[in-house]
């Protein structure tokens, strides 16, 4: 079992920047992808951004892949996602999620997921 807990967002001017964390503890390491996911209120959660648990590999929704960077610190279990250049279409809430196995888009394929943190851009 892996827990996750995010933190960072916050309401930020549209241009803003915002960096999200998410601390893992538990059956975490090398093997586990780390992953963003969001939702907005009435649509389905979307894939962000998911990395391999080694760092190399790196995927991105097409709409964020210019302004938004993940990475992840092995030494502190911790994944990170750069916001940079927000829209107000960027807003929702943002959750971490974590598999066993190579990244993928698809949220059911990630069993172990934080509770989420609100990312809110004004125009």
């Known amino acids: 079992q892996v827990q996750l807990v995010e933190s960072g967002g916050g309401l930020v001017q549209a241009g803003g920047s915002l960096r999200l964390s998410c601390a893992a503890s538990?059956?975490?390491?090398?093997?586990?992808?780390m992953a963003w996911f969001r939702q907005s209120p009435g649509k389905e959660r979307e894939f962000v951004a998911a990395i391999s648990g080694s760092g190399v590999t790196r995927k991105y929704k097409d709409s964020v892949k210019d302004r938004f960077t993940i990475s992840r610190d092995g030494a502190k279990n911790t994944v990170y996602l750069q916001m940079n250049s927000l829209k107000p279409e960027d807003t929702a809430v943002y959750y971490c999620?974590?598999?066993?196995?190579?990244?993928?888009?698809?949220?059911?394929?990630?069993?172990?997921w934080g509770q989420g943190t609100q990312v809110t851009v004004s125009s």
């Open positions: 999620a974590a598999r066993s196995g190579g990244p993928v888009s698809g949220y059911t394929l990630y069993n172990n």
């Open positions: 538990g059956r975490t390491g090398s093997s586990y992808t």
